[in-house]
RNA sequence: GCGGAGGUCGCCCAGCAUGGCCAAAGGCGUAGGACUGAGGCUCCUAUCCCGCAGGGGUUCGUGGGUUCAAAUCCCACCCUCCGCACCA
């Protein structure tokens, strides 16, 4: 077994002996309470999942480093649909679906087969799950844990429910779906072989009229077109029926009449004929009582809407084009008996005006594109472009009664009201391209009846949303305003079904809560879930009124525990239990939960929650990609939690995940990377290991001194990051700035035994622990401290460890380092020997004043050299300063605003010690001689007279 | 289409709120060197272009604009990703 391995079991098996992360209430002690949303147990957790519960377990770490007591429980969603399905297709031999779980999954063949349960199938997925889990280091109290069918469980879901109906906020409607007539059920995008993202679309009937009391019931997305009526089009191939629709007598195709059925439609079929019998009959537009001829018109599809179609040319692409092509085949018109005079009399007529056309957009659009016919390609596109630019910005013309004037986005809404208050339009809902089951059955539209829904349209219920969402916390920032759009614009959302797993709906009926709806509070249920555990609390006994008490203080205790048998103790702990951890601080997910998942969890809480107990904060995290693509399983790119800790270690692939990306921008996983980063760790492992073997003595230089404030910066950087869950940048600096700080102290320092360095790297540690927790607990217990490092202080920004002075010195030296470098580069040779200057005491007066000036603003020339020059100690180098004031100026643009404070407050710096006691760091940089000299120095050697152009913090420099 | 997030020096990605300290952090990769019996381990150096002296030039999706000054502010356009409902 690998080190990495051993390691890893070694601490998951002490911690675990420690209940290190099982966490009570303490009243002594602030409490965290942070959440990730139930992964679905319908195939193992990946490093999706991996990543985003990654930046949960750093958070809780981390916070229960800093003395908090944290809770973090987890359990697993089994409610729904897909469950089901997916081990039906195991039941049916689906080789495509098998070979994946055994490929994929890693299922073995004798589990495999029991999969035809369902049940069965979940609890293998969570038991390999929870294995997962723990081996990757996840800080869970598992006291806590539950699936999503429990009778516990189901019974917090009954009293949610009741309490939801009791509030109003459970309405009764109906509403359209895409159906599966084979399945009688919804067909949801997972379930569907073709047509994925297709919804039903409501199309507007406008009924023209045959006869008196004969509607042809035309449909169009676009009612307002009624103005620019000049014919209808019928297929003269297709069948046509007559029926009573409610108490009207409509003609309309015969999928149209099956599909109005499906639609809470009553339908009564009196009779069925061709399309044809109704071409060259005219037909009355209830708006204008104005007669039309119905003309044949192949392209009418009876399986779209109604099968009838009126004809705009003047503004729909397809109907100029249909009718062009008539008016070019008097023959065709023949056989219908229609004479070519009807059809050269139709002239488009205008009734919308957009910029950038004329009269007839349609004829112009068609013309400009070179369409051939109603058969052209190029037609759809035709459609879209003007469809967009009239629906955006067009105005309707004159002709259209009391809409003229308005453009088409203000008035559609109001028309079609209108309209179907006067009795002229009517809708229907249809597909707007085919949808097939995974049964291989064409799916339709049906209007379900009787359905119950969250009434999220509820005003007042958005109101509180927002006032949910107005005092918590959501990092990153910038998804605060998506929730509340979110909210604006969440509807009725259907929270029932009558298939899959869950619990039923209280009120019965055959009703099952919908899988989304059944998770929007149950973080509250983990509070009592340890105590229902414990001691075996029956579901019968978690009546409503037990919940009500427990999360609402409703009731008498006694009374209660007479009713359901539970101890009244055990209850009064529950509820302190309740209100000691709750509301959740944090919850942390990827945004596609954003518009479901999240924004229900605020609704509910604000349905049944009174203010205190609603959510403190929520993280929203981008989508993993691996390689650059989307993870899939038929994509062969899809990584196991459980393959990439056995290949990589969990601290890599926990950190490899954590530095791909914050905020709501993509992880892109790199298994190269992640490999690295193994390797890093190995690395980091050893030099860890040196040092604390080494770091004995009581060293304490403006070097350590330096070391130690660096690391206070780090630390404050970490920290602060941390707080606000960038987990990128909390992980980059603890591991590649921090580790950086060591090495170039070391570098400088030439040895690792400083006591001082030591006590750096513990700190080190424990920034690096929420990370990779493995790693840092091996290394803590080498360094001879007691405990765990998962819960050892977390370090805390010493103001007074900061040392301006040796930060300073330091930048000095890197400046140095770095001009020389400049020069041997320019200069393109091996040195020999470098010499450094430094610059003479009066120059500092000089500079410094000039840095003063700077920071208070500009620094005007002639004013500085008003005040040198009066200053009778600078009298002989006049000359010198008026050349040299410039350049400092201009060096200074390049200066921070807190390096020149410290420059002010340090003062004279005395660089040539400085540069002298990093003589050996340069020689063995450059691998040259290294002299340092004051420009003073009366031995200095200075073959070239550089030693003139030292500035302060520039020494001059000669390379030879 | 609607809503959200983005496009930065080979790659991943900081910076953009509060314009100047930005040729722009860090990681990866690449090149050279050190160490080593050897190393794909580790360490150092370099990595937009030019420069025999610490300097100069051209960059931050594209095109405009504001400003003494723009990766950062404004406008337009192009491209990518995510969500859009009965489904986890």
Redesign the pocket.
Known sequence: MSRTKQMEQKWQQRWEAAHLFEADPDPRREKKMVTFPFP?MNGPLHVGHTFTASRVDAYARFKRMQGYNVLWPWSW?WT???LLGASQRVARGDAAYIKVLLEVDGVPEEELKKFVDPLYMAQYYTNEGRMAVKSIGFSVDWRREFTTVMPTFQKFIEWQYKSLKEKGYVTRGT?P??WCPKDK??????DRQSGE?V?PEEYILIKYQLSDNIFLPAATFRPETIYGITNMWVNPDVDYVEAEVGSECWIISKEAAEKLTDQERKVVVKRSFKGKELVGKTFTNPITRREFPILPGWFVDPKTATGLVYSVPAHAPYDYLALRDLQQKPEVLAQFGIGMEVVRAIKPISIIKVEGFGEYPAVEIVEQMGIKDQNDAKAEDATKELY?KEFHSGKLKETCGQYAGKSIREVKDVLISDFKKAGFADSMVDLSSQVVCRCMTQCIVKVLSDQW?LN?SDPHWKELAKQVIAQMSIYPE??K??FN?VVD???????A?TT?FGTPLPWGEGWII???SDSTVYMSFYTINKYIRQNDIKPESLTPEIFDYIFLNKGDVKELSKTTGIDSELLVSMRNEFLYWYPFDLRNSA???V???LSFCIFHHAALFPPQFWPKGFGVNG?LMVEGQ?MHKSKGNFITMKGAVEKYGADATRCGLL??????????WRA??VY?LK??F??LMT?AESIIVTAKNDDNTALEGWLQSRLQQRIKAVTMALDELKT??AL?TAL??TW?DL?WYI?RKGNTSAKVLGGVVKDWLKMLAPFAPFMCEELWSQTGEEGFISVAKWPIYDYAKIDVAAEEQENLVID?M??T???L????IEPVKIVYYTAVSWKWQVYLKIVKKTIFGQAKINELMKEFTSDTSLKPHMKAIASMVPKIIKAL???????KANMVKIGVVDEKTILRDAVKFFND?FNAEIQVFSESDVKCFDP?G?AA?AIPY???????
């Open positions: 679905y969603h729904g649909q897909p509403h779906v895409v059920s919804p067909t949801g995008d997972h993202g919804t967009k829904f999220y910038v998804a305003p998506w759009t614009w969440l509807r009725e959302w259907a929270c079904r899959g919908e899988t989304l945004k596609e939960l518009p479901n998942h989508m989307s530095l791909g990306a914050e905020g709501m921008d993509d992880p892109d190269d990377n690295d390797n890093k190995d690395g030099f990128r940048t980059q590649f700035e950086n090495r570098q140095v770095a001009d470098n400049n020069i580069k320019a200069m393109k643009t390049k200066v921070s605003g807190d390096r940089r070239k550089r152009m520039q020494p001059a420099i000669y390379v030879e």
